[in-house]
């Protein structure tokens, strides 16, 4: 089961240059939740604090507090790679291990941290691939083929297993399919769909039919404050604040 | 990123709406005209509207959904086009109960004279027009409270009919020759009382449409606004 994230009064900022301002949202265990807002807003950088992400960029800065489910991302006792073992992310780009087979870049992750029995690396790759909806495609080449010779879609699965085989609680996606044919864009909905049954989902996207698809709640934001988080279909049908309206009806700015 | 074409769309919707909801409109009017003046004339020219009103129909139905397929709108927007389908509906229906009156008329002209009806059917048939008036003008300024107004006037047409009712039934007693006229009077203001529902349910889409808010069957009505249900 995925956990709920508490996010209390998080800003950020590159050097001198605040992105996020005091952002409170509580984000429901097993459920999607979608971030939209205007390219610039600090959508993205908002889920790289979840995870400690954004720290790893040269001046960037964070202030606040993250809890998700007992774990405090951002407590001086807590190692930023634990944190990112238990939340997992996948990015605009699908990013798989060009030089490996698709097994060894599902396993990667579990290798990392020690696990070496085959039979159980077996195991968990299969499951991986199982719930990134990919296995039927790959089972007969899991070691022949590079993660590289796959197709956008499919390389952007294999993230999503690669990400899962680590067993994280949170799973986060930065406009995960953005670079990919509707299809192959269906299919990681779908997926996203039923991923939340086991994992909190946390979205990024420019999509906002998108959002709407696939988010039970929705969050938008705008230069790089929360300006409304509610349940999707409110957004989207009855939004109460007018700068959500007027951006998700395209008469902003 | 203003949606230029978009909203020409919408626009564009807003005003056929408008123009098929005058149509509806003077057709009501005319239909009773003709059973107050006893003109079949009058009763000819709603025959002929209908079709235009149908026409209209199809065309604004043809417009949203190009609007949803091609347009993907959200939240205001959305509720608009909703809206707009179900008004289109609803004055399509309008436009039929006129056409019923009229049939109604030629049918009492066509019998034989009765002297006098005792139901007011004039006086129905300005409160019913209001409110289709009112109903349509809410819609045009997209003003909530107006709408608001025309579904607390739907219980007094209610009433109107139930009083047509009583009184015609016991005619029908009275006189039993004459009881197919006062039937089809009956059934006039029957199709009056129906004229007025349409106008309530366009109101209610307008409040839908301008607050977001579901206020079929008084339901999402704030207590205060609640019309007193008839006793």
Redesign the interface.
Known sequence: MGVGIDVQDLSAWFGKAQVLNDIKMKIEPSHVTAIIGPSGCGKSTYIRCLNRMHETLPDARVSGSVKVGDLDVYDSATAAVDVRRRIGMVFQKANPFPTMSIYDNVAAGLKLNGFRKRHELDEVVEQSLQMAALWDEVKDVLKKKSGASLSGGQQQRLCIARALAVAPEVLLMDEPASALDPISTGKIEELIFQLKERYTVVIVTHN??QA?RVADYTGFFLMGSLIEFDKTQKI????SDQR??DY?????? | ???TR?QQGLDDLKQKLLQMGGMAESAIEAATESYLQRDPKLCQLVFEREDSINAAERAIDELALDLLAMQ????????FIVAVLKINSDIERVGDQAVNIAQRTMDLLAGPEVAEIPVDIGRMTATVSTMMRRALESFLSGKAEVAQAVLEMDNIVDRMKDEAFVILVQRMKQDPDRAQAYLDVLLITRNLERVADHATNISEDVIFWVR?ADVRHRVGLDPEDRPAMPQ
């Open positions: 906002m039919q709407a989207f049908t009855t939004p959500t309206e998700i009806t395209g008469r902003f700015g | 990123m203003k949606r978009f993907q709108p959200m939240a205001v927007d959305l509720r977001g």
